[in-house]
């Protein structure tokens, strides 16, 4: 009888051990992540997973009636870059389902790919190894970051298309006027942290929302 009711005991512990098992899995997973088209205009984008987060595989490409611009005005470039947004542009930009990532959801898109703890939260270029590397177009991410260059504020000049790639994260700044960015360089392989002026007009890449 002892053994019996030993017996019943390992068997129910086993099944409770692959609940949590499965249970820790499955949260561990995330959001499902798949190619979709975006409602609003008909454009696809591809998706990709990285760690527990599922990205956009392109810059966004969804005109707003304010705070969006193609680079040097030319609609080309918006099919090949993407669009540049303001930060309030950028805010509410992303289709359903989607958001603009904060600081927060940068640092874990770059924990996932390498970059040690102790570098995440550092200001500057002087942040991990060859993250950057792995988020550009062919980079072993996937994530395939197009460097649409920037726009400067108001009838300011467009610069670095193909050089630099600013992304817009949610996270308000050092000043209520800035907001945190993350920038790619064509020569650099780590990825720059810092804030800039919320008017500039960079690059978006939404994450999946959770």
């Known amino acids: 009888m002892k053994k019996n009711v030993f017996a019943l005991m390992i068997v129910a512990f086993a099944a ?3 609940m949590t098992s499965c249970k820790k899995d499955e949260e561990e997973e995330g959001p499902k992540c798949e190619s979709f088209t975006d409602a609003r205009d008909n454009q696809t984008y591809t998706a990709v997973k990285i760690g527990s987060q599922c990205w956009m595989a392109k810059n966004l490409n969804v005109a707003v009636s304010t705070g969006s611009w193609c680079y040097d005005g030319n609609n080309t470039n918006c099919a090949n870059y993407g669009r540049l947004y ?6 509410s930009a992303c289709p359903t389902g989607w958001k603009l990532p904060s600081d927060a959801d940068w640092i874990s898109l770059e924990k996932s790919i390498g970059m040690a703890d102790a570098h995440t939260s550092v200001v500057g270029w002087e942040r991990g190894t060859d993250e950057g590397t792995k988020l550009k177009v062919n980079g072993s991410s996937g994530f395939n970051a197009q460097l649409a260059g920037k726009k400067d504020p108001g009838n300011g000049p467009y610069g670095d298309l193909s050089t630099y790639g600013y992304f817009w994260t949610s996270t308000t700044g050092s000043l209520e006027t800035k907001a945190w960015r993350r920038t790619l360089w064509s020569t650099e392989a780590r990825i ?3 804030d800039f002026p919320k008017d500039y007009g960079f690059s978006v890449r939404c994450v999946k929302v959770e």
Do not use: L
Request: positive net charge; without cysteine.
């Open 192 to 194: 720059f942290r810092g």
């Open 86 to 91: 303001s930060w309030t542009a950028a805010g």
């Open 16 to 18: 409770m051990f692959v």
